[in-house]
C-alpha cells in the first residue's frame, strides 16, 4: 500500500513538474509532494560528477504553500545514503517528528525507505527553505519555501511585480562526502569549496560556465521581489546588484522595518527578501556574491555571478561591471548593516519580546583540540559550547524523550562555562581539550529565555551562525569584546529588535537573543557552518509539556523512520 502511494504521488508530481511548478486553487488548504532522492551526474566548471538531488534537480523543487495551509512531503530514498529533510525556519508546533534533523527527531529514511513529513504552517508567511539534515549532503540536497499570506492579507510594502528565488550555494569538483571523511582521517578541516553558486549555476566569470549562468528578466519601471537564501555550507555572503540599490523588507520570514542599501550580508541558513525596482537604463547587469570573513580563516573568495536583464535586450550584449561588493574582511558593513535590521512591529506584525526572563543563560563558543593517535599531528580539531562538544546519538532524541529511553542523554548541559577567562583576549593555543557528551539542556513549559552567546580566542576568532529548531527568537543584543552582565543588558532593544531563526555572532564578540519555551519537544541549536556542526559545535532543548494536552508534543507517526 505503501509502495502504491509512492508512486502514485511520484506521478502526480511529475505531472504538475512538467507544468512547470506546483499550483492548487487558492482554497486548498492541503499541499501535497513527492521528494525522490536519487543520484545523478552533473557538469560544473569543467567537471563532471554525481550528486544527491530530489526528483533530478538541483537545487530541488521549491514548495509552495499559503500561511494556515497543511504540507505533506512523502520523501522517498533511492540514494546510497541515509537521509533527513530539515524545513529550515519552520516552527513545528508540538510536531517536532517533522522537524528533520537526523538523529535529534527522528532517525534517517534508509535506502529503498520512504516518510511523509506531515505538518502545518501556523503563523508563518514569507521564504523560508528545506535541506537535508545529515552528513554534508545538504550541499546539493535544498531548495525554497515560499509561504504567501492568508488570502486578502496584503503584503506591508506595494505588492511587487514578481518575486524570484535566489539560492546561494557551494560546489565541489569533488565529491563532498568523500573530501569530508578524508579531513576527518586527518584531523584537519575539509578543502574549501571550489565555487559559490547562484541557483546552482556558478556563473560566466568560470570556465565551462556560460551556459551555466542565472539569468532573471525585468521590465523597466517594475519592481520585483527578490527572496535570497543562503544555502552554502560554510560562508557568510555579501550580495548585490550592479547599478540598483535593494530595499530589505523581510528576514527570516518576518517582516521589517524597511531600509534602502546596496549590498546585503546574509549567513548560512538566512533568508532575506528584498525589492529592487528596474529603474535603470535597459542593458544586462550582473548579481554577485562573495564571502565575508574577518578571521585568518581560509575561504573560497570568488564571486559568484549571476545577470539582471532587462526585457528586449538581446543576449549578445555584454553585462556591466561587477557591483561594488564589500571587502573580505569588513566588520565596519557587517555591523553597521544587522544594526539597521528592526522588526516591523506593527498592529498586524508584533514583536512580542519577552520583557521577564526566567531563565538566563550563557554558552561561549571555542574551538578544540582532541587527542587522537591517527591523525595529523596527533590532534582532532573539535568545537565545543560551554566547552561540551556534543555527541550524536545513536537514535532520535525526541524519541528517547517521548518514550523515556535511558541511557540515550542527559538533560545537565551547564548553564555557564566551566571556567571563566578573557573570552576575546590574546589567542589561547594550549590547554584546548573538550569535555564530550550528549548533554541537553531541559526548559519549562512557557518560560522565557534569555541566551547570550559569546565567541572566544580558543585557536581563533570566528564569526558563527547559530540556528535554533522550532523556534524565532528575539536578538536583543550584541557587540564587540566580552559580554558585560553588569552594562550591556541596559543597552538591549526591547523594542523592535529583529526577529531571526538564525543569528551571527560577531568575529570576537556576542549575541543576546530571547524567546519564549512555548514549543514542547526536544529542538536543536547549532552553528549552521556544516564544518563547526560536525565538530561538535551544537546542543539540543527540552522543552517540557504543559499542563493540556494542546501544550503537549503530538504522538509519533506510523511511518517514523526506524533506528
Known sequence: MAMQLSMHLGMLFLILCFLGFISFPAEAAVK???????????????????????????PGPTIYAREGDQVLVHVTNHAQYNMSIHWHGLKQFRNGWADGPAYITQ?????????????????????????????????????????????????????????TKIILGEWWN??????????????????????????????????????????????????YILRIINAALNDELFFAIAGHSMTVVEIDAVYTKPFSTQAILIAP????????????????????????????????????????????????????????????????FALSYNSKLRSLNSQQSPANVPLKVDRHLFYTIGLGANPCATCQNGTQLTASLNNVTFVMPKMGLLQAYYLNITGVFRTDFPDRPPVQFNYTGAPLTANLATSSGTRLSKLAF??????????????????????????????????????????????????????????????????????RADNPGVWFMHCHLELHTMWGLKMAFVVKDGKSPEESILPPPKDLPPC
Open 32 to 58: 501535497m509532494y513527492q521528494f525522490d532522492i536519487r543520484v545523478k551526474n552533473v557538469s560544473r566548471l569543467c567537471h563532471s560528477k554525481p550528486i544527491v538531488a530530489v526528483n533530478g534537480r538541483f
Open 107 to 163: 532517525c534517517p529514511i534508509k535506502t529503498g525507505n520512504s516518510y511523509t513529513y506531515n505538518f502545518n504552517i501556523t503563523g508563518q508567511r514569507g521564504t523560508l527553505w528545506w535541506h537535508a539534515h545529515i552528513l554534508w549532503l545538504r550541499a546539493t540536497v535544498y531548495g525554497a519555501i515560499v509561504i504567501l499570506p492568508k488570502e486578502g492579507t496584503p503584503f506591508p510594502f506595494p505588492r511587487p511585480h514578481r518575486s
Open 174 to 223: 569533488s565529491d563532498v562526502e568523500t573530501i569530508v571523511n578524508q579531513a576527518n582521517k586527518l584531523g584537519v578541516p575539509p578543502l574549501t569549496s571550489d565555487a559559490h553558486t547562484i541557483n546552482g549555476k556558478p556563473g560566466s566569470l568560470f570556465p565551462c560556465s556560460q551556459k551555466h549562468t542565472f539569468t532573471m528578466e525585468v521590465e523597466s519601471g517594475k519592481t
Open 269 to 332: 541558513g538566512q533568508t532575506t527578501n528584498v525589492l529592487v525596482k528596474a529603474d535603470q537604463a535597459p542593458g544586462k547587469y550582473f548579481m554577485a556574491a562573495r564571502p565575508f570573513m574577518d578571521a585568518p580563516v581560509p575561504v573560497d573568495n570568488k564571486a559568484v555571478t549571476a545577470i539582471l536583464q532587462y526585457k528586449g535586450i538581446p543576449n549578445t550584449v555584454q553585462p556591466s561591471s561587477l557591483p561594488i561588493l564589500p571587502a573580505l574582511n569588513n566588520t565596519k
Open 446 to 515: 512557557n518560560s522565557t529565555v534569555e541566551l547570550v552567546l559569546q565567541d572566544t580566542n580558543l585557536l581563533t576568532v570566528e564569526s558563527h551562525p547559530f540556528h535554533l529548531h522550532g523556534f524565532n527568537f528575539f536578538v536583543v543584543g550584541g557587540g564587540i569584546g566580552n559580554f558585560n552582565p553588569a552594562k550591556d543588558p541596559a543597552k538591549f532593544n526591547l523594542v523592535d529588535p529583529p526577529e531571526r531563526n538564525t543569528v551571527g555572532v560577531p568575529t570576537g564578540g556576542w549575541t543576546a537573543i530571547r524567546f
